[in-house]
Structures are given as structure tokens and as C-alpha cells.
């Protein structure tokens, strides 16, 4: 079996799909919850949760570098750990460190968090190209106060600065300049905070005031419901389900398009802060209709699905504020048929790959001519090309092309997956996962 087999240089996956599809599935714990959640517990000074089995690589390389004091925290491919670390370590007088990474890592932006931070005080310095990493940063005890940054630049440059902010003597304003994108991780990222007993809002629609000083405890919602006995010797958190991880399930369902398939998925909160949580949404408008059930245990609530054939002929949508679900649509879209014009995507250049570029590449391997603007805008009219007999997908160390162009084995017949292991950096069981609903996946070497 594929997912209990070592990852290896130049390895492969053959995907093939069942005939039918009828699986319950866990989903992992949402990584963009976790990470917040783990330097928050920091900042209050309680202790980190026991790390739980198959974590994902981004949210274990946050875990690690938050307990280590070495110099050099190599963050590797974990953008999230690169700012969020960038802020914190700004802010703690006690830290010092230089923040290392990927290639890939070295050639992602960070300047616009980096000004916003040494505007506040902050002792940063580049270790190689200005605006990118390396950096070494030298923590201080920041005065805090006002502050600037634009508002197309990752949600996660916002959100590393504010989760710091009741670090600084004055707390922080931070007015947001032009559009704001994925504004729902910024909420999500505020919500945790006042969780954590923070004060923090929106003064403004483009202006967060946030006030000095964390609460000093743990909220109660993220306490897992465990036994008596084992509460007092058990630091265990309960996390609620990663809806980008469901899109895929989603994505699955919808290729198959038989109201005979079956698929529950268990952890996932209705009415989510989770931005992605519109894909229950979004999936209905093709078709697949979903509901929650009664919890079978405390915090595991099934979300059961089914699919309506439909026949629509054309999906737009503007995906400003949930961009990581753009790659999953583009691939159901087009082996559905459904012509599409999605916009709001400038930011997927800068991701782990340059995604809009990948999915016109990887795409044409299949068959399929999408049309890009400078403006984010990826469109398709139906225009096809000769594809590959056999495609390999190149994942581009991405592992958001892996999870949406796997499900493309279910309308091929099968598909190649180059690189496999990118699943790691927020899903490590997908592929097992995939075993689990009937998929064969078969390793080859290059």
C-alpha cells in the first residue's frame, strides 16, 4: 500500500479510482487554527499541547521551533512558520535568531511584515536579498502603537503582526491600505485572539485596534473532551477539521456525479471561522448537497454528502478570500465540463508554487487550455488541447497540486503524482485517506 510505504528520491504515485465511492473519513486538524493556536500558548505562557500523530509539516515545524533555542530555526517550506516566527521573535526580548528556509522560501516576500515591524521598532535584518529571507531577528520589547501595510499582501503578514500586538507597551492600530485579501483569516485570526482574552477588533472597515496584554488561560472550547482521569495528566486540544482539507472530498464526489455515492466526513464545524468553510456552499451550486447530523461523540459531528447530477454550464466566483480553494475548483471544472471565470487569484504567485502558472502547465497535460491575466483572473471557454497519454503531474513542492489533481484519476481513469510527499505540509493521510475510500495508489520510481 502507497501511504505505508517510505517516501524515497524520485518517487511516484499511480492514482486509480474505485468504481464506486461509499467512505467515512476523519479529517486532520485545520493547520490554520493549530499554528495560531500554538503561538498564542506561547505568548500566555502555558504550556504547548502534546503533539499529536501524522501532524502536519507546517504545523510541526511551528511546534519544534517554538521549543527550541537554537540559533538558526531552519523553517524549511512552512510559510506560515517564517512570519508568524518573524513577528514573535521581533517581539520577545529574549530571542534571538536567524530564521532559514527552502529555496522556494528565499524567493517568497516578507518585506511588507518586515517594515511594518521595524516602523514599531523591531530589530530585523536580511540576510541576503533585501525584502526576502534569511533573516536574523533580534528580539525587543516593542512600544507599539500605529502602523501601516497594504492590504494585498498575505492575510498572514496581518495576522503574524496582530497576534503579537498585545505583546507591545501600547498595543497596536494597524490601518490596512487598498483591498484587503483573504480578509476571513484575518477574522479568524481576531476571534482566536479575543478567545485568548485579548481585545481586538475592528475599529474601522480598514483599521484593527488592538489593545495591550492576553488573558492567562487556555479557552475551555479548545480543551478536548477526555475522561476524568486522564484530564489532569493529558495536555490534549481539540482542533476542529481543516475545510481545505474537505474540498478534495468534495472535489470527489463531484467527479464521480452518481447519486449513489456516499461520503461522510467527521470533525468539520457548522458555522466555521475557517474562511474555506464556504466550499459546502460553493460544491452545492454543483450539485453536492451536504448536511451535519447529530454529533455520534462530542466534537465529532458528520457531515454527510450526496451528489445531484447537474448540468451547469458555467461557474464564476471571486476567490479573494479563499484562494487555496481555486486549484480544486479548476481541476473539477474543467473535467465536468463547466466553463469558469474565477477571479481574485494575484496572490497564488507567491504561495509554495506559483500556482496560477502550474495550473495552466499541468493542466495542458490533461487536455485543458485555461486563459490567465495579470489582473489573478483564470478563465476557461471549453478550449481543449491533445493531452498526455499517461500525465505525470508535477506538484512544483506544493501540496495543494497533489491533493486537487488526484481526484482527476476518477474521469482519466488514472493519473500520475509527482512528488507525493508534498501532501505532508497540511495533510500527511491523505493518501491513505484515499486507500481508505478504494483508490489504488501504486509507487513507481522515476
Not at 80 to 94: C, E, H, I, Q, V
Not at 398 to 425: N, Q, Y
Request: hydrophobic share 40%.
Amino acid at each position: 500500500m502507497a501511504a505505508t510505504t517510505r517516501y524515497h528520491d524520485n518517487m511516484k504515485y499511480i492514482v486509480k479510482a474505485p468504481a464506486q465511492l461509499n467512505v467515512e473519513i476523519s479529517l486532520p486538524p485545520s493547520k490554520s487554527i493549530y499554528n495560531r493556536v500554538l503561538l498564542m500558548q506561547r505568548m500566555i505562557g502555558q504550556s504547548l499541547p502534546i503533539q499529536p500523530p501524522h501532524i502536519a509539516d507546517d504545523t510541526e515545524v511551528l511546534f519544534k521551533a517554538l521549543q527550541s533555542d537554537a540559533d538558526e530555526v531552519n523553517i524549511h517550506g512552512s510559510g506560515t512558520a517564517m512570519r508568524f516566527l518573524t513577528a514573535y521573535y521581533a517581539a520577545s526580548p529574549n530571542e534571538a535568531h536567524m530564521l532559514t528556509g527552502t529555496a522556494r522560501m528565499y524567493a517568497r516576500p516578507i518585506g511588507q511584515l518586515v517594515n511594518a515591524l521595524r516602523s514599531l521598532g523591531a530589530d530585523i535584518e536580511y540576510l541576503d536579498h533585501e525584502g526576502f529571507p534569511p533573516l536574523c531577528v533580534r528580539g525587543r520589547q516593542l512600544r507599539g502603537g500605529e502602523t501601516s501595510m497594504p492590504g494585498n499582501v498575505s492575510s498572514q503578514f496581518i495576522s503574524a503582526l496582530l497576534m503579537v500586538a498585545p505583546l507591545f507597551d501600547e498595543g497596536l492600530t494597524l490601518h490596512i491600505e487598498g483591498p484587503i485579501i483573504s480578509r476571513s483569516y484575518i477574522d479568524l485570526t481576531l476571534a482566536l485572539m479575543n478567545d485568548y482574552g485579548a481585545q481586538a477588533g475592528w475599529s474601522s472597515v480598514d483599521t484593527i485596534r488592538v489593545e495591550p496584554r492576553y488573558g492567562t488561560q487556555t479557552p475551555p472550547s479548545l480543551l478536548a473532551p477526555i475522561s476524568d482521569e486522564d484530564f489532569n495528566t493529558t495536555r490534549r486540544m481539540w482542533i476542529e477539521s481543516d475545510w481545505s482539507a474537505a474540498s478534495y472530498w468534495y472535489e470527489i464526489i463531484a467527479l464521480y456525479n452518481n447519486p449513489d455515492a456516499r461520503l461522510t466526513l467527521y470533525g468539520l464545524n457548522d458555522g466555521s471561522r475557517q474562511g474555506d468553510a464556504t466550499v459546502r456552499h460553493l460544491f452545492s451550486l454543483v450539485g453536492i448537497k451536504s448536511r451535519f447530523m447529530p454529533p455520534v461523540e462530542t466534537h465529532l459531528t458528520p457531515l454527510q454528502m450526496h451528489c445531484t447530477p447537474t448540468h451547469m454550464q458555467q461557474l464564476n466566483f471571486h476567490f479573494i478570500n479563499q484562494p487555496d480553494l481555486a486549484p480544486t475548483f479548476v481541476v473539477m471544472c474543467c473535467l465536468k465540463g463547466m466553463h469558469f471565470q474565477f477571479t481574485g487569484l494575484d496572490s497564488l504567485r507567491y504561495k509554495e508554487s506559483n500556482r496560477l502558472e502550474a495550473l495552466l502547465t499541468e493542466m495542458r497535460k490533461i487536455g485543458f487550455v485555461i486563459e490567465e491575466d495579470d489582473n489573478g483572473t483564470l478563465k476557461w471557454d471549453g478550449q481543449r488541447c491533445e493531452g498526455m497519454e499517461q500525465p505525470v503531474i508535477n506538484t512544483y513542492e506544493d501540496h495543494r497540486m497533489a491533493m486537487s489533481f488526484a481526484p482527476a484519476a476518477i474521469t482519466l481513469g488514472s493519473i500520475i503524482i509527482d512528488s507525493p510527499e508534498v501532501v505532508d505540509k497540511s495533510y500527511p493521510q491523505y493518501w491513505t485517506d484515499l486507500e481508505k475510500a478504494g483508490f489504488t495508489i501504486t509507487p513507481i520510481n522515476a
